[in-house]
């Protein structure tokens, strides 16, 4: 082989990709802006709240909240995407116990594929009442699938992708530490943030495609994140600039018709 192609919707920050799949200076890298029309597309960030392993306890109640604030805003399928299925499974039981009326599912750890079909097929449209799906990112649902047209009205990020510590994640670290790069970033940061933009790709599959995407941590606001984040999604309203949730969405689906 003399040479290869790769692409994707995803493959962002073009340094990170080009490093881990073999690429060196002399790697041409070409970036399209999206064919969508941005304006079809609703991004929040809620930066009040802090999903880190150390505080997250403090957060399923918050989370809970306002996963019921954005299926609120319009009837309509969404999908939560969560860091781990711990994380899932103590934020479902709190949102069960806040919410009536709304239709729930939520994946388990080594689904047949029966059950994930199952799953998926729950989003076949839009009823009368909302549809909400409990998912860890990274997962078999946080990419790879196509919810076009109603079937899919938002996704909800819970906090920035990041994988657990462990040895080969801090070999990788150290591999690009020794380089004088940023090993943390690397490792740690840009494999979390293509997570978290595989998630989001979820909702927009073609261009007639209408949804939201709300990312819930306070990281999101910090310019190592946030300059991750594509182009076309900025500017992007912010709980800690005053930005209501509610009020975002409302005014986005009366513009949407």
Partial sequence: GRAAVLFSA?????????????????????????????????????????????????????????????????????????????????VYYRFMGISSGIRTLYQIPGMSEAARQEFLDGFDSAGEVSLVGFAVMGGVFGEGIDLAGDRLS???????????????????????????????????????INRVLQAAGRVIRTENDLGVVILLDERFSHYAYRELLPPEWSPIPRASDGCRLSEVLRAFWEDAG
């Fill in 10 to 90: 995803t493959l962002s920050p073009a340094e990170y990709f080009v490093k881990m799949l073999g690429g060196d200076r002399d790697s041409r890298v070409l970036a399209l802006p999206s064919p969508f029309p941005p304006e079809n597309l609703c991004v929040f960030v809620n930066d009040a709240i802090s999903t880190k392993y150390k505080t997250r306890a403090f957060s399923y109640d918050p989370v809970a909240a306002v996963i019921l604030e954005a299926v609120s805003a319009r009837v309509g399928n969404y999908m939560v995407f969560f860091p781990s299925f711990d994380y899932l499974n103590q």
């Fill in 154 to 192: 938002g996704v909800i990020i819970v906090g920035v992708g990041l994988p657990q510590i462990c040895n080969e994640r801090n070999i990788i670290k150290k591999h690009f530490d020794e380089q004088s790069l940023s090993g943390f970033e690397f490792a740690y940061i840009y494999p979390g």
